[in-house]
């Protein structure tokens, strides 16, 4: 029985490069795995998804207005999928989830999903939210804090290198922008 899987953390824990070896995975045993990502991140390019330690592949991309059933389904007549890659997974809507849980039930593709879980104000993303309620199996991706901790919270920096408590929920960057922290060191607003 296929699955919705949420893989999730704060910044710079490994998501997409996990997501990339899945992929590397599936194309190795010679199946094929359909990568999406979010039309607005084209930090690597547009459609293309790129780690830190330097992998990188293309992607299909999708937005707030995408049926993403409907792309799965015609991508999957045109040339058969064996499994649904999403990175930044907290950009899908609700409903877009709710279609990704339809193409692991109706359609019987895996799918797995790689986002944040919250944003840096510690508030839950939509996609994210609703993929915490839906998935069939959820797994933190562990990243750690300045001081060792686990790293569960994301905290954006201004061009002053301060934290940002306010702005809007969604601005792409990498590390000049954000940094993971512990839950302790994100509440007392410190960068060590």
């Known amino acids: 029985m296929a699955k919705l899987y949420f893989n999730y953390s704060s910044m710079n824990a490994g998501k997409s490069t996990t997501l990339l070896q899945a992929a590397y995975n599936y194309e190795e045993r010679g199946m094929n795995a359909l990568l999406l990502i979010a039309a607005f991140d084209d930090r690597a390019g547009k459609g293309r998804i790129a780690s830190r330690i330097g992998l990188s592949a293309d992607a299909e991309i999708f937005s707030s207005a995408d049926d ?17 890659l999403v990175d930044e997974a907290q950009f899908l809507t609700a409903d877009q989830v709710w279609q990704l849980a339809q193409v692991a039930d109706k359609l019987r593709i895996p799918v797995m999903c790689f986002g944040l879980r919250t944003d840096f104000q510690g508030r839950l993303f939509p996609g994210s939210a609703a993929l915490l ?48 922290l512990c839950r302790n060191h994100w509440t007392r607003r410190e960068l060590g």
């Open 133 to 180: 309620a839906l998935a069939d199996n959820l797994k933190e991706i562990k990243s750690i804090c300045w001081c060792g901790r686990k790293a569960t919270m994301t905290a954006r920096l201004g061009s002053d290198c301060k934290i940002l408590e306010e702005g809007d929920q969604v601005v792409i960057g990498g590390n000049e922008t954000y940094v993971s």
């Open 68 to 84: 993403v059933l409907e792309h799965v389904s015609k991508a999957h007549e045109s040339s058969p999928v064996d499994a649904v």
